[in-house]
C-alpha cells in the first residue's frame, strides 16, 4: 500500500515540511533508507544518518534542528519513536484487517460456525462443531479440530496445529507451526516393562491476548485444562506440558520448557531455555534468567532466580565467580597443606 | 458420545447407587464435575468434594463409605482408579476407532495401498509405492512420502510429516508436527571452509507401540537405519539424529537431543532438556536427569546420573551444595592464609 | 532406478572385477549389504566383512588385496570413500532433479512466477507476488507468503513456511516443518503489567548455499532483516530471533538458541543446545561447545568456549575437575581448621 506524506502526517498529527505529495509504501531503517521509504530519528547517535539517507521521509521530534542541508522530507511530531510506532501499529492493522475472505480448497465442517470479516486460507481444516468468533484470519493449512472454541481478531498463522476442543480467547496470536492441544505425555509403567498410554481428554485454554510462537507445543491436559492466562506471551519451540497453568502477562522465553501441573504466577518473565520440573508453583513478579533450572516451588514474590540449579541470581554469580578460578584455589589448599 | 450409568456401570463391572437410567457424556475432575459429567474419588485428600460436586455420578471403591448426604450418583467398583482408568481407555478407544472414512480434497498416489477401517483426513498427503496398514488413521496435513511402509493401528496426528522410506511399526502414535526421517546434519568441509551436503540416504524404522511428540525430529540414518525400538516413547520437541538407537521402553522426556550414531539401552529413563554426544552407548536402565549432559558412554546398568557435565547423580549433588556456598569457602581460605 | 554395475562403474571411472551386468538399486553399510547392493570398504576395520557381506558388489580402493576368497563383485576406484561419497551425491542429485511437475491440488497466485524444472507438490501454497527460480522443488504443504523471492536449485520440503517477504538465495535446502520469517518476540511493555505486541515489519534473508534444518524458527526483523549468510548450515529445532546475523560458513547444531540482534562471525561451530544472549557479537571462526551459555560478546577469533557462562574450554575443564571433588576439598579445609 501507498501514502503520500500527506496521509502519514494525518495519522501521526504531524507537520510534512517538504513534499507532501510524495508517496511512501515501505518502513526503512534510517542508514538504509531508500527512495519510497519512510524512517525515523529517535536516538541521536542516528543524526548523521539524516543527512545521508535516500529515504523519501523522516519521522523527528519536534526538538530536531538540522545543522547540514537535508534531501530528505521531514515529518515533525511531538516524540519521533511513539510518532513511529502508531505508524507501525496503523500499517500493521491495515494489512492484517484487509484479510478477508475464503481461497479454496479449504475445508469447513458444516456443523461448524465463523463470523463475519474472517479470512480462511487454502487447505487450512475447520472440523465439527467449531465456534469461531468475527475477525479471525486462518491461514494456510491451519488445523483447528473438533468443537474447539475461537474468540474474536485472532491470526492463526500457518501450519498452526489447533486440537479438538481447545477454547482461544480474543486478540490471541498463534504463529506458524504451532501445536495447541496435543496429548501430554503420560505413560503407566506395566509390569513388564512397557509403558501404557494414559488417555488425554482434558484441553488447552487461552484465554484473551495471548501470543504463541512458532513451532511451540502446548499439551492438553490428561483432565480439566492446561490454562494460559490473559496476556502471556508465548516465545518459539517452548515446551508447555499437560495441565500447566501460566499466569496473566507472564512472559516466557524461546525453549523453555514446563513440565506438567506446574503453575506460574502473574508478570512473571522467564528467559529462554529455562526449564521448571512438574508439580511445582511459582509467585508472581519472579525473573528467572536464561537456561536456569527450576526444580523447586518459589513462594516469594518478586524473586529473581539463575544456574543449572536455581539459586538467588547474586549468589549464583558469586559462586560461579569462585568456580572459574577453582584451580588456584585448590593450589591455595595445597600450599596451606604444605606449610603445616 | 452419551453413555447411561448403567452403561457405564457395565463396562466397569461396578454397581450404581441411585438413578441409573441418568446420562453422562464428559469426564470431569470431582473439585470442578458439573451436571453431565462422571468423576472419581480414589485420593482421600478429595473426599470433601464428594459432597459438594454437581457431577452427576462419581466412581468410587467398594471401601467408601459416605459420612453426609450425598447429592450425586455412585458407581462403586473395586478400585475407584483402576475403574475411571478403565473408562478412560474405553472412551478414548471408542473416539479413535470410530473415525473411519476419507475427507476431500486429499492426495494418495495410485501405486500405493491402504488397509481398512482406515481414515484419511482433507489434505493428507500419500506418496509412491506405500503400504498402509489396516485401522491407521491420518489427520488433515499429514505428509508420507514415497516408499513409506505403516504397521496397522497408528494414528498419524495434523500435520506431521514421515518422509520417505520410514518404517512405522504396529500401534505407534505420531503427533501433531513430528518430524521423522528429515535428513541428517551431515556435511564434508571443502579446503575454502564451505561445506558440502553428505548425502542422506538411510531411513527411520519405529518399531511396534512407539510414540512421538508433537514436532519433534528424527533423522534418517546417513546410510542403514534410525531406529526406535519396541515401546520407546519420545515427547514434544525432541530431536533424535542421524543414525541414532533408542531401546526398547525407553522414554525421552520433552526438549532433549541425542546427537548422531548414538545406541541408548532399553528401559532408560531420559528426562527433559539432556544433551547427549554422538557416538556413544548408553547402558540399559540408566535414569538421567533433566538438563544433564552426557559427553562419553555409560557402561553400568542402572546409573543415575545428573550434572552439567554428568556424574553420578548424588555426587553431583553433593558438589552443588558446596557450589551454592563457594563464597564462604573462599574466606575460610582466607582466614587460614592470614593465620599462618 | 536400478543400475548395472558397469554403469556404476563408469560414473566412477573404476573397474569392475565380476560380473558387470548385475544391478544395484540401493547403497548398503557393508556389514548389512543385502543382494541388490553396493557398498564400500574405507577403513580397515571393515576388512573382514568383504568377504562375508551379501552385496551385490563392493567399491574398493586400487591398494586393496583379498586374502580370501571374495563372493562379491568388487568395483575398483582410486579411493573407495571418494568413490563411494560420488556415487551418493550422482544417486542424490539424480534423484531431486527427476522431480519435476505440478501435483494437484495446489495453491499459486496469478501474480507469481515460477522457472522451468520445478515442482510443486500437492497442498503446496504459494501466495501472491513471488518469484521463484528455476529447478526449485516445492513439497507438499509448503506455505509460501506474498512477495517472497526463491533462487533457483532450492529445495523447500513438506510442510516448511516461509513467510511474507523472505529472500531465499540459490541451492538452499529448507527441511520439513521449518519456520522463517515468523514475527520476532517483540512486546513493549504497558503501565498496567501487560504488553503490546510491536510489528514486525523486516524480514529474513538466507544467502546462496543455506541449509535450515527441520523444525528449526527464523524469526523476521523487527525492521531491516535476520540475515543467515552464505553456506551457513543451521540444523534441525534451532531458534534464530530477530535481527540475528549468522555469518558464511557458519554451522549451528540443533536445538541452539540465538537472542535477538546478535551477530555471529564467518567459519564458527556451534554446537548442540548453545543459547547466545542477544544484542552481542562473536568473532570469526569461534568455536562453542555445546549447551554452553554466551552471556557476553567474543571478540577474539578463533576461541573455543564451553560452559553454563561460558569460559575458555580448558579453564571450564579443569574448574569443573576440582567441581567434582568438592566434597573432599570443604575436608581439606576442615582438616586444616581444626590443626591451627
Known sequence: MEFTLGQVAAILQGIVEGDETQKVSRLDKIQEGKQG??????????????YETDAT?????????????????LIRVEDAYTGFTKLLEAYSMLMKSSLVGVEEPCFFDASSSIGDQAFRGAFSYIGKNCVIGDSVKIHSHVH?????????????????????????????????????????????????????AIPQIGNVILEDNVSVGAN?????????????????????LVQIAHNVIIGENTVVASQTGISGSTTIGKNCVIAGKVGIVGHITIADNTTIGANTGISKSIKKSGSTLFGYIAMDMKDFLKSY????????????????????
Not at 521509504?37 to 539524516?50: C, D, M, Q, V
Not at 521521509?57 to 522530507?73: G, Q, R, Y
Not at 477454547?167 to 503420560?186: K, L, M, Q, R
Not at 492438553?220 to 502471556?232: D, E, N, Q, R
Open 321 to 340: 565467580s569462585i568456580f572459574k578460578k577453582l584451580g588456584s584455589i585448590e593450589d591455595r589448599i595445597r600450599e596451606l597443606e604444605k606449610k603445616q
Open 144 to 196: 483447528i479440530g473438533d468443537r474447539v472454541k475461537v474468540g474474536n481478531n485472532v491470526i492463526i498463522h500457518a501450519g498452526a496445529k489447533i486440537c479438538a476442543d481447545t477454547i482461544i480467547g480474543n486478540n490471541c496470536e498463534i504463529h506458524p507451526g504451532a501445536v495447541i492441544g496435543s496429548d501430554g505425555f503420560g505413560f503407566a509403567p506395566q509390569g513388564d516393562g512397557s509403558y501404557k
Open 57 to 73: 521521509a523522516v519521522i523527528v521530534s519536534t526538538s530536531f534542528v538540522p545543522t547540514k542541508t537535508l534531501k530528505t522530507n
Open 216 to 236: 511451540s507445543t502446548i499439551d492438553c491436559a490428561t483432565m480439566g485444562s492446561t490454562i494460559i492466562k490473559k496476556g502471556a506471551k508465548i516465545d518459539n
Open 37 to 50: 521509504g519512510i524512517s525515523f530519528l529517535a536516538n541521536e547517535k542516528y543524526t548523521p544518518f539524516i
